[in-house]
């Protein structure tokens, strides 16, 4: 591969995968397959179409779309030309999508058309968007609004020169995208990264993973979320691996897609897994494909590891921890980690980035003691658009990122997730770490899925609930549960409310929606 610094912009990524991959397939899109060569030809029809657009360099161009390969062709043709990436969630309303492209002052909108029932543009119609010059429409455009073919169309108008020139004056300090965190604490910030710091971080996640050019990579983390985009389609351009978009995270049509389109690499949180693993037919499919599964999470129980290889049969298991404000990227285990490491633990830091856990006054705690997460390197975001205030309180004057993870880090540096501040809970004047009951309550044969919180109480100030999914064809009942905890955990950790579902709620990631279950009305009787 050639040195990163010499390519270490998108544009230039894509034509040195072109040349290399040649005619070798790009995208697999149900079906519509695109090679590498003419995925770069497209690409640079959309950067001429957004010029013939007004898109100037630094101009914001959002994308309100399920993963297809449009999406990437839109985002890299917006940013072959200074464009700066917005992706905004399918899950968002109308009034949430335009708090996103108001703060972003987003200039060209490349939305969906018909999806899950809605014509998604509708649903701006009210919305004041005084910075939006135009919107393009993919699939489905209606009568009046600009089509996908209609937009390409523009760029006959535009030459191959003006093209040329915007992409020369990218570089790898370049603004590429601003990513909104999810807002659980507030209104979502805006989070600016550069061309060069993405490619440096993905570069080598892809690296120290194998990934390479036979890969058939099925990306069914949503495209507008770090790790679909990121640790998505943007480390398969890097290695010229297949990257076959998915948008419905349901357990039996990604298990076919597995056998039909023999599918080695896969990215998820545990839930992703748990879930496949859950699904009373898997033995039945031919999965003898997958190579590569990469997760991480505050709670990957060692069982899940040691299940994703025998069941599934991933030959490579590893484990990884980011976070949008890092480029998604901050440390990673080794492949050849022994399992015990990679269920525990997250890796280590990737070269030239920092990971330290300290306590409240910014100190470094000891290893083996709890801290929350800090990290500081080249993968750390420029800042959140327009919000200095919300800057400086991420990232400190000797530049490290508080993440508001709660950490342990062992002799070898290798980095434990234990929780978010922000999730814990005390019992009777004891820290308790939902990640932590989890993780020793999936140990239960009946659990299949298991989540914490916690939740008021009069006596102990508040207790556990727990809210579990059961394997297929188990029994549990709640009595059960509780008197089995009491013999593998400290007594205040034992969850003292528990709740068995069909299913636990996921947010637009795949994650845990623990703001679903916080909203979940205790039973009468607790």
């Given at each position: 591969?050639?040195?990163?610094?010499?390519?270490?912009?998108?544009?230039?990524?894509?034509?040195?995968?072109?040349?290399?991959?040649?005619?070798a397939?790009?995208?697999?899109?149900?079906?519509?397959?695109?090679?590498?060569?003419?995925?770069?030809?497209?690409?640079?029809?959309?950067?001429?179409?957004?010029?013939?657009?007004?898109?100037?360099?630094?101009?914001?161009?959002?994308?309100?779309?399920?993963?297809?390969?449009?999406?990437?062709?839109?985002?890299?043709?917006?940013?072959?030309v200074?464009?700066?990436?917005?992706?905004?969630?399918?899950?968002?309303?109308?009034?949430?999508?335009?708090?996103?492209?108001?703060?972003?002052?987003?200039r060209?909108?490349?939305?969906i058309?018909?999806?899950?029932?809605?014509?998604?543009?509708?649903?701006?119609?009210?919305q004041p968007?005084?910075?939006?010059?135009?919107?393009?429409?993919?699939?489905?455009?209606?009568?009046?609004?600009?089509?996908?073919?209609?937009?390409?169309?523009?760029?006959?108008?535009?030459p191959?020169?003006?093209l040329?020139?915007r992409?020369?004056?990218?570089?790898?300090?370049?603004?590429?995208?601003?990513?909104?965190?999810?807002g659980?604490?507030?209104?979502?910030?805006?989070?600016?990264?550069t061309?060069?710091?993405?490619?440096?971080?993905?570069?080598?996640?892809?690296?120290?993973?194998?990934?390479?050019?036979?890969?058939?990579y099925?990306?069914?983390?949503?495209?507008?979320?770090?790790?679909?985009?990121k640790?998505?389609?943007?480390?398969?351009?890097?290695?010229?691996?297949l990257i076959?978009?998915h948008?419905?995270?349901?357990?039996?049509?990604?298990l076919?897609?597995?056998?039909?389109?023999?599918?080695?690499?896969?990215?998820?949180?545990?839930?992703?897994?748990?879930?496949?693993?859950?699904?009373?037919?898997?033995?039945?499919?031919?999965?003898?494909?997958?190579?590569?599964?990469?997760?991480?999470?505050?709670t990957?129980?060692?069982?899940?590891?040691?299940?994703?290889?025998?069941?599934?049969?991933?030959?490579?298991?590893?484990?990884?921890?980011?976070?949008?404000?890092?480029?998604?990227?901050?440390t990673i285990?080794?492949?050849?980690?022994?399992?015990?490491?990679?269920?525990?633990?997250?890796?280590?830091?990737?070269?030239?980035?920092e990971?330290?856990?300290?306590?409240?006054?910014?100190?470094?705690?000891?290893?083996g003691?709890?801290?929350?997460?800090?990290?500081?390197?080249?993968?750390v975001?420029?800042?959140?658009?327009?919000?200095?205030?919300?800057?400086?309180?991420?990232?400190?004057?000797?530049?490290?990122?508080?993440?508001?993870?709660?950490?342990?880090?062992?002799?070898?540096?290798?980095?434990?997730?234990?929780?978010?501040?922000?999730?814990?809970?005390?019992?009777?004047?004891?820290?308790?770490?939902?990640?932590?009951?989890?993780?020793?309550?999936?140990?239960?044969?009946?659990?299949a899925?298991i989540?914490?919180?916690?939740?008021?109480?009069e006596?102990?100030?508040?207790?556990?609930?727990?809210?579990?999914?059961?394997?297929?064809?188990a029994?549990?009942?709640?009595?059960?549960?509780?008197?089995?905890?009491?013999?593998?955990?400290?007594?205040y950790?034992?969850?003292?409310?528990?709740?068995?579902?069909?299913?636990?709620?996921?947010?637009?990631?795949?994650?845990?929606?623990?703001?679903?279950l916080r909203?979940?009305?205790?039973?009468?009787?607790?």
């Open positions: 591969m050639t040195a990163l610094p010499e390519i270490a912009t998108l544009p230039r990524m894509l034509a040195l995968t072109a040349e290399r991959q040649g005619d397939p790009a995208i697999d899109d149900e079906g519509q397959v695109l090679s590498w060569r003419s995925l770069h030809v497209l690409v640079r029809r959309a950067a001429r179409a957004f010029i013939a657009l007004g898109v100037q360099p630094g101009d914001r161009v959002a994308v309100w779309a399920p993963n297809l390969h449009e999406w990437i062709v839109a985002a890299l043709g917006a940013q072959s200074g464009g700066v990436l917005v992706p905004v969630s399918t899950r968002m309303k109308g009034l949430e999508a335009a708090d996103v492209l108001q703060q972003s002052r987003a060209v909108l490349v939305s058309g018909e999806f899950l029932d809605r014509y998604y543009p509708d649903l701006l119609k009210d968007l005084p910075d939006l010059r135009a919107t393009v429409v993919l699939r489905s455009a209606r009568e009046g609004d600009l089509g996908w073919e209609a937009f390409l169309a523009k760029a006959d108008a535009v191959e020169a003006a040329a020139q992409e020369a004056a990218i570089g790898p300090d370049s603004l590429s995208d601003i990513l909104y965190t999810s659980t604490t507030g209104r979502p910030k805006g989070v600016m990264t061309h060069g710091q993405n490619l440096r971080a993905f570069e080598t996640w892809s690296g120290v993973l194998g990934m390479h050019g036979d890969d058939r099925l990306v069914i983390n949503p495209f507008f979320h770090s790790a679909g985009y640790a998505g389609w943007m480390a398969a351009l890097i290695r010229g691996a076959v978009p948008q419905v995270f349901e357990a039996e049509q990604i076919r897609r597995i056998q039909s389109e023999r599918i080695s690499f896969l990215l998820g949180p545990p839930t992703l897994f748990l879930t496949l693993l859950s699904h009373p037919q898997v033995a039945d499919f031919d999965l003898t494909s997958l190579r590569v599964a990469v997760t991480g999470a505050a990957v129980p060692p069982v899940l590891v040691r299940r994703m290889r025998e069941e599934l049969g991933f030959r490579t298991v590893v484990t990884a921890y980011g976070l949008t404000e890092c480029c998604g990227f901050a285990c080794d492949p050849q980690d022994d399992a015990e490491t990679i269920a525990n633990t997250c890796g280590h830091a990737i070269p030239g980035v990971v330290r856990c300290a306590d409240a006054e910014g100190r470094s705690v000891p290893a003691e709890p801290g929350e997460v800090l990290i500081r390197g080249y993968n975001m420029q800042g959140y658009l327009e919000n200095e205030a919300a800057t400086r309180q991420a990232i400190d004057a000797e530049g490290w990122l508080h993440t508001g993870d709660v950490g342990v880090m062992d002799e070898r540096g290798y980095l434990r997730i234990t929780d978010r501040l922000k999730d814990m809970y005390i019992v009777g004047g004891f820290n308790c770490y939902p990640a932590e009951i989890e993780r020793l309550a999936a140990a239960h044969p009946a659990v899925q989540a914490v919180i916690g939740v008021p109480d006596r102990q100030g508040e207790v556990g609930r727990a809210f579990l999914v059961l394997r297929p064809g029994t549990l009942d709640a009595a059960s549960f509780i008197a089995w905890c009491r013999q593998h955990m400290t007594n950790k034992v969850p003292r409310h528990v709740d068995i579902l069909a299913g636990l709620p996921l947010n637009a990631t795949g994650k845990v929606d623990k703001l679903a909203q979940r009305p205790l039973p009468a009787n607790a």
